[in-house]
């Protein structure tokens, strides 16, 4: 069992940064592919970046291209998304995912479902 808690949501003008943190417990994160989705108010949950096991592959959805960047840290358990030049349609519940036999490219699917665990997502609001 693997429990994932993101922290580092919020409030942010348009053209701000933000950083959310992914911690995990239970298992070593370093054996799951880790993913960031998100999900607008009235809207399904949407891919945003993947990161493979240990040697860094990453995906990103179109719409952050250039702007987020996934990361991870094995040592401490921890999955990170760094959010510059922020939109206000960046607005959404972050969530953190984890999969123990994806890889980043098949979590940017449209028909991914391989999910293992979600944590419970973070907020984030950018105002204009």
């Known amino acids: 069992q693997v429990q994932l808690a993101e922290s580092g949501g919020g409030l942010v003008h348009a053209g701000g940064s933000l950083r959310l943190s992914c911690a995990a417990s239970g298992r070593t994160l370093s054996n799951y592919a880790m993913g960031w989705f998100r999900q607008a108010p009235g809207k399904e949950r949407d891919f945003v970046a993947s990161?493979?096991?240990?040697?860094?592959?990453?995906a990103y959805a179109d719409s952050v291209k250039g702007r987020f960047t996934i990361s991870r840290d094995n040592t401490k358990n921890t999955v990170y998304l760094q959010m510059n030049s922020l939109k206000p349609e960046d607005t959404a519940v972050y969530f953190c995912?984890?999969?123990?036999?994806?890889?980043?490219?098949?979590?940017?699917?449209?028909?991914?479902?391989?999910?293992?665990?979600w944590g419970k997502g973070t907020l984030v609001t950018v105002s204009s």
């Open positions: 995912a984890a999969d123990l036999r994806g890889t980043p490219q098949r979590m940017s699917a449209p028909d991914y479902s391989g999910v293992d665990y």
């Open positions: 990161i493979s096991r240990t040697i860094g592959r990453t």
